[in-house]
């Protein structure tokens, strides 16, 4: 074990242990020893079990569902180790939560996506790292580095062993084009996108209409994230109306609000491939659903950051 590597030292919270301990399982390590406990009251209890003193310290932790929770353990974790004298603390956020709130839609909002990175950096994080934070000037709202992965090349190589012909990849709206072009180049396929009129209220669309050639194509809809589900189970309706052959969705965050795998299941949708930076539990588990693993991934930024190297080559 190199110095460098063993300086390490991995921690979990409760949002996605098992990604983390494939992530530890992936760089060769173990796990860091911690407890999260409540008190009587619900306030949160954090022990770290071992000495940290001068290593550089890696958190491990989705602020998914339910997000105000586990954003809270992170912020205490994030305190308890400054506290504890690490050298460094790198904050491994695989699903960024408030990311959606980037900017003032309407007058009197908040701006929440810039809040919470106040508050990382408040409590004392020296980096991020994230995977396709949904909206990129996130990054810019920090004051320390954030190294954003992106998880394209993996749904690429997932599509390609499928060896799908005449492939379109779907944007869900304008704003999805550059993701979908990256996608649409690896696979050799052309590209369309889904234009979409949403109401006022959050989560609803009002019309849909299909722009480019899809006729008797397998098209694969591709966005950041699926939350409530509507975008995609909406555009496959659309799309099979509009004469492709079949449709698959890939995203990167398996949100899934609500009845959301339920619309999946029943949508016109073959197959929704998203990765497991969200932890699904058993009752939301669907048979249209594949999660691939972004472990390695991030197993190997991690190692990277570690020794000084280049992240964004990851992607070259």
Not at 87 to 97: L, S
Not at 115 to 122: K, S, V
Not at 149 to 172: C, D, G, Q, R, S
Request: hydrophobic share 40%; proline share 4%.
């Amino acid at each position: 074990m190199s110095s460098d590597i063993s300086n390490m030292r991995v921690f979990t919270l409760n949002s996605n242990p098992a990604l983390a301990r494939e992530i530890v399982d992936h760089i060769g390590i173990n796990m860091g020893k911690s407890t999260i406990k409540r008190f009587s009251d619900g306030e949160i209890q954090m022990n770290i079990e071992e000495s940290i003193r001068g290593c550089d310290v890696y958190l491990i932790q989705s602020t998914s569902e339910p997000g105000n929770e586990y954003l809270m353990e992170l912020l205490i974790m994030i305190d308890a180790v400054k506290r504890a004298s690490a050298k460094t603390i790198n904050v491994v956020i695989p699903y960024y939560g408030y990311s959606r709130q980037d900017r003032k839609a309407r007058s009197r909002e908040p701006i929440t996506a810039k809040l919470i990175a106040n508050l990382i950096e408040a409590a004392g994080a020296d980096r991020v790292i994230s995977v396709d934070i949904h909206a990129p000037q996130v990054q810019g709202f920090f004051n320390i580095p954030v190294d954003k992965l992106e998880v394209f090349p993996l749904m690429a190589k997932y599509f390609t062993e499928k060896k799908l012909e005449e492939i379109v990849v779907v944007a869900p709206e304008n704003a999805g084009v550059t993701r979908s072009r990256q996608l649409a180049n690896r696979l050799g396929a052309s590209i369309a996108f889904i234009d979409k009129k949403r109401s006022r209220e959050p989560n609803i669309i009002e019309s849909i209409d299909i722009i480019g050639e899809i006729k008797g194509k397998s098209a694969i809809i591709i966005d950041d994230m699926v939350d409530t589900a509507r975008t995609i189970t909406t555009g496959a309706a659309a799309l099979m109306e509009k004469g492709a052959k079949e449709v698959y969705a890939c995203c990167t965050h398996p949100v899934l609000s609500g009845p959301a795998p339920d619309w999946v299941q029943n949508s016109e949708l073959k197959e929704l491939v998203t990765t497991n930076t969200i932890h699904i539990p058993d009752q939301k588990r669907i048979e249209k659903h594949t999660a691939l693993s972004v472990a390695p991934l991030l197993a190997e930024a991690i190692l990277r950051v570690q020794h000084n190297k280049s992240v964004s080559t990851l992607f070259d």
